[in-house]
């Protein structure tokens, strides 16, 4: 039975991916942060079978421990503060979970893969993200980085330190740069879920308008359950190397609620929605688009979910999860 360990499993991607590897007859083992994580039950509920063990992506001797209790074959570290607008405010925190936590757990990796006579395969969740104010359009593996806040400097630090492990010690370490994923297990605060959610309850009557910031950033966004797949593929790869997944098609987040409101059948979205400054960032990142080429040429992945399907999913969804609410 092969044996994995994620890092960041009570997130959107760590689920869809422990039941990914749980449906290939995988073992899989999360690492959770402290001992009363109100996730812990969503993650026994979502994927039942799963081993939970308690360690911290900033304190690497939890890490050892985690690795030495795991006996993992494959290393997915998921594990980051993902929520862009949010490391403005705690840039520091956000470089020790997602910058150094990298590091962090590719030397635990390191250290139990010497004890062990078998290869330990590593994934590090790299982020479109990095890509910030782009270079080329659209994006490759190769365009030069140039991240635009501190959540994206501390993911290109993660992302050559997974390169730089791959080369100094001939690590299989490789690095999927993903673009924006999203499901219906999104968190509210990015704004698919926000856009999603709030359709939903103005559709129902609950609530008459929607807050945003930026209306003309343009991103690449995809179905998070075809990108884990992208994931699992990289490691099933003779060499480790680094993929760009994402659809190739960019929208606005003007195109996002007009999606969004034609789904619960609104058309006149425009006087629903209302911008305010609060949700402005220092720094945008304007347009993302993705050049998946080498990842369909070399892992044979391409996205199955189109943007209408996925934006019809996620309101579908807050459609249901709102009626529930007030029945
Ligand atoms: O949904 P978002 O918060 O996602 P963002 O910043 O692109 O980051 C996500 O994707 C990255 C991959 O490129 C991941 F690495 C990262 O961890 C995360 O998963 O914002 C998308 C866009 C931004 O341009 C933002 O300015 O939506 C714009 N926006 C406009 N109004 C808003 C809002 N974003 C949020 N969260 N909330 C708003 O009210």
């Known amino acids: 039975m092969t044996r994995a360990l994620i890092t960041g499993i009570t997130g959107q991607d760590g689920l869809y991916l422990a039941e990914l590897l749980v449906s290939k007859g995988y073992e899989v083992f999360g690492l959770i942060r402290g001992q009363n994580n109100p996730k812990y039950d969503l993650v026994r509920q979502t994927v039942p079978g799963v081993t939970l063990l308690t360690g911290d992506l900033t304190d690497v001797s939890s890490l050892v421990r985690v690795l030495a209790a795991a006996q993992p074959d494959e290393v997915y570290n998921l594990g980051a503060i993902s929520f862009v607008a949010y ?11 997602t910058g150094k936590g990298v590091l962090n757990v590719l030397e635990a990796t390191r250290l139990y893969a010497a004890t062990t006579t078998s290869e330990v395969r590593f994934y590090q969740a790299s982020s479109s993200e990095m890509f910030g104010k782009v270079q080329q359009v659209p994006q490759t593996e190769a365009t030069l980085l140039w991240p635009r806040s ?14 730089n492990y791959r080369e100094s010690y001939g690590m299989h370490a490789s690095s999927g740069i ?26 129902l009557g609950l609530k008459d308008e ?8 343009k991103r690449d ?9 992208a994931m699992w593929l990289m490691l099933q790869q003779p060499e480790a190397d680094d993929y760009v997944i994402a659809t190739g098609k960019t929208h606005s987040i003007r195109d996002l609620l007009a999606a969004a409101f034609a789904a619960a059948e609104i058309d006149d979205w425009e006087r629903y929605v209302r911008q305010d400054e609060r ?23 391409k996205p199955r979910v189109d ?21």
């Open 87 to 97: 490391s403005w405010e705690n840039a520091s925190l956000t470089s020790d979970v």
């Open 150 to 163: 501190p959540y994206g400097v501390a993911k290109v630090f993660g992302h050559y330190m997974t390169i």
């Open 279 to 301: 949700f402005m960032r220092p720094a945008e990142v304007d347009l993302l688009v993705g050049d998946a080429s080498k990842a369909r040429e070399r892992l044979g992945w």
């Open 221 to 229: 966004w995809g179905f998070a359950g075809d990108y884990v797949e």
């Open 210 to 217: 929607i807050v945003l910031g930026n209306l003309d950033a």
């Open 307 to 327: 943007f209408e399907s996925l934006v019809g999913m996620m309101v579908e969804n807050d459609l249901a999860e709102q009626s529930a609410l007030v029945r």
């Open 178 to 203: 993903l673009f924006n994923h999203e499901s219906p297990r999104r968190g509210p605060e990015f704004v698919t879920r926000k856009v999603s959610q709030a359709v939903a309850r103005i559709k």
